[in-house]
Nanobody, 119 residues
Framework: VQLVESGGDLVQPGGSLRLSCAAS????????MTWYRQAPGKERELVAA????????KYADSVKGRFTISRDNAKNTVYLQMNSLKPEDTAVYYC?????????????WGQGTQVTVSS
């Protein structure tokens, strides 16, 4: 299984970025997908999550109204559109795929992509 994030960059405050996470080696359409982030010296935190079919989303309060999570199950890809970026959004952003059955739990992580918001 591989989750490969891309799209991280240096951007000015108020700018936008779109992160992508391409999945392979798993049945993507049955996994819940989540974006997490970790800033230096801080714990990893949930940013946004989306259900397997894409009908349900969840956001951290700090990004509501600015970030949008979406997925394309035909392309095995989940996206994070980030608008009105703030310096406090600076972090490494990680993609996570999660699935739980009666018998076991499946949890996969990408390597992360750096987002830096600075003037």
């Amino acid at each position: 299984v591989q989750l490969v994030e891309s799209g991280g960059d240096l951007v000015q405050p108020g700018g936008s970025l779109r992160l992508s996470c391409a999945a392979s080696g798993l049945t993507f359409s049955i996994y819940e997908m989540t974006w997490y982030r970790q800033a230096p010296g801080k714990e990893r935190e949930l940013v946004a999550a989306i259900s397997s079919a894409g009908g349900i989303t969840k956001y951290a309060d700090s990004v509501k109204g600015r970030f949008t999570i979406s997925r394309d199950n035909a392309k095995n890809t989940v996206y994070l559109q980030m608008n009105s970026l703030k310096p406090e959004d600076t972090a490494v952003y990680y993609c996570n795929g999660h699935r739980r059955t009666v018998f076991r739990e499946y949890d996969y992580w990408g390597q992360g992509t750096q987002v830096t918001v600075s003037s």
